[in-house]
T-cell receptor, first 110, second 115 residues
Framework: SQQGEEDPQALSIQEGENATMNCSYK?????LQWYRQNSGRGLVHLIL?????REKHSGRLRVTLDTSKKSSSLLITASRAADTASYFC??????????FGKGTMLLVSP | DGGITQSPKYLFRKEGQNVTLSCEQN?????MYWYRQDPGQGLRLIYY???????QKGDIAEGYSVSREKKESFPLTVTSAQKNPTAFYLC??????????????FGPGTRLTVL
């Protein structure tokens, strides 16, 4: 069963704007990861945040984690057309494998 | 050039035929995974392997089989028992699964179409 659920399902913005995607999950986690998928391609790992962390940065990416609300957000600042892709959150619980959400499709228009 | 490769990129199969998808990695990763992705959907785990000669079923293993005879290779066979095999198949690898961390590295995928 899929634990992570991304919101919104689709997001359309202009270049230079910020994009925020949210992920909610149901059970306690060890870590939460965000991945990007360009159309018809494999996934690329973006960032991992552990359950004892609240915020993490990587370049133009900022991820927050609120374990009390069982939610995470991914912020992409100053979006570029090349950021157009689907973004997935994935959770790791206990000693199981990653569970992926259905993703948010981001379209950044020039 | 390290990475994970999948072949073929596109595969067409007639109903009733078995077909094998290839996945190879030279990252020296212990764990390997097979996922299925349907349009507009997330990834669903088919099988995974943490060490050579051992593998476990994922959420949707019915109609699929795997082997792990070498650390570098984790082929997936889609059998005729799989009722709706048309999908995008992704292979991934990571350091040992079940640990606290360890991102997965993905191959480019194989798009299987049943005619």
């Amino acid at each position: 069963s899929q634990q992570g659920e991304e919101d919104p399902q689709a997001l359309s913005i202009q270049e230079g704007e910020n994009a925020t995607m949210n992920c909610s999950y149901k059970t306690s986690i060890n870590n939460l990861q965000w991945y990007r998928q360009n159309s018809g391609r494999g996934l690329v790992h973006l960032i991992l945040i552990r359950s004892n962390e609240r915020e993490k940065h990587s370049g133009r990416l900022r991820v927050t984690l609120d374990t009390s609300k069982k939610s995470s957000s991914l912020l992409i600042t100053a979006s570029r057309a090349a950021d157009t892709a689907s973004y997935f959150c994935a959770t790791l619980s206990g000693y199981s494998t990653l569970t992926f959400g259905k993703g948010t499709m981001l379209l950044v228009s020039p | 050039d390290g990475g994970i490769t999948q072949s073929p990129k596109y595969l067409f199969r007639k109903e009733g035929q078995n077909v094998t998808l290839s996945c190879e990695q030279n990252l020296n990763h212990d764990a390997m995974y097979w996922y299925r992705q349907d349009p507009g959907q997330g990834l669903r785990l088919i099988y995974y392997s943490q060490i050579v000669n051992d593998f476990q079923k994922g959420d949707i293993a019915e109609g699929y089989s795997v082997s792990r005879e070498k650390k570098e290779s984790f082929p997936l066979t889609v059998t005729s028992a799989q009722k709706n095999p048309t999908a995008f198949y992704l292979c991934a690898s990571s350091w040992a699964s079940g640990r606290k961390g360890y991102e997965q590295f993905f191959g480019p995928g194989t798009r299987l179409t049943v005619l």
